[in-house]
T-cell receptor, first 114, second 111 residues
Framework: GAGVSQSPSNKVTEKGKDVELRCDPI?????LYWYRQRLGQGLEFLIY????????KSGLPSDRFSAERTGESVSTLTIQRTQQEDSAVYLC????????????FGPGTRLTVL | KQEVTQIPAALSVPEGENLVLNCSFT??????LQWFRQDHGKGLTSLLL?????REQTSGRLNASLDKSSGRSTLYIAASQPGDSATYLC??????????FGTGTRLKVLA
């Protein structure tokens, strides 16, 4: 079956614009995670979904960041009024269920804010 | 607070060498540890997952060990090949479901 997919693969935007990043998890995976990887830094956790609820949003850097998920399917990460420091690779992962299961990662979306 | 460290940060070896990558973590109460490979500009590929009750996992030329009590894991790569060149990341889950990642080891295998 297909793995985790993300779109777009690359996004260049101007400072102040809003962007939406999409993640399609592996079918049947109930848990979905968003991470961010800024240049030269490690991966940072952003948010986690179990089904369509988000029990942990603690990693979202500011209120400009939000995410939603439709059922146990697609998730979108929205960044409003983008800033240059938002430039990063945004990675999505899914797992069969939340309890410490192996996470499978998508290819990421490279966001560049000019 | 869990912290994950990987040593060395970068490594360059000739083809055919066996090598060891190290990962250490500060909180030994982990649920699992996973090793990933990240090719330049790409996403993460899972290599090996070690549950907390396990001590090692093997896949092909790769062997990962886990010593929870000392807060260490090693990834052993046998007979390295140029195609092994990538960044290798370890990540742990402890206390919560989110992975805490190390900063990685950049490996270059020279032909």
């Amino acid at each position: 079956g297909a793995g985790v997919s993300q779109s777009p693969s690359n996004k260049v935007t101007e400072k102040g614009k809003d962007v939406e990043l999409r993640c399609d998890p592996i079918s049947g995976h109930t848990a979905l995670y968003w991470y961010r990887q800024r240049l030269g830094q490690g991966l940072e956790f952003l948010i986690y979904f179990q089904g369509n609820s988000a029990p942990d949003k603690s990693g979202l850097p500011s209120d400009r960041f939000s995410a939603e998920r439709t059922g146990e399917s697609v998730s979108t990460l929205t960044i409003q009024r983008t800033q240059q420091e938002d430039s990063a690779v945004y990675l999505c992962a899914s797992s069969l269920r939340q309890e410490y299961n192996e996470q499978f990662f998508g290819p990421g979306t490279r966001l560049t804010v000019l | 607070k869990q912290e994950v460290t990987q040593i060395p940060a970068a490594l360059s070896v000739p083809e055919g060498e066996n090598l060891v990558l190290n990962c250490s973590f500060t909180d030994s109460a982990i649920y699992n540890l996973q090793w990933f490979r990240q090719d330049h500009g790409k996403g993460l590929t899972s290599l090996l997952l070690i549950q907390s009750s396990q001590r090692e996992q093997t896949s092909g030329r790769l062997n990962a060990s886990l010593d929870k009590s000392s807060g260490r894991s090693t990834l052993y790569i046998a007979a390295s090949q140029p195609g092994d060149s990538a960044t290798y990341l370890c990540a742990v889950i402890s206390g919560t479901y989110k992975y805490i990642f190390g900063t990685g080891t950049r490996l270059k295998v020279l032909a």
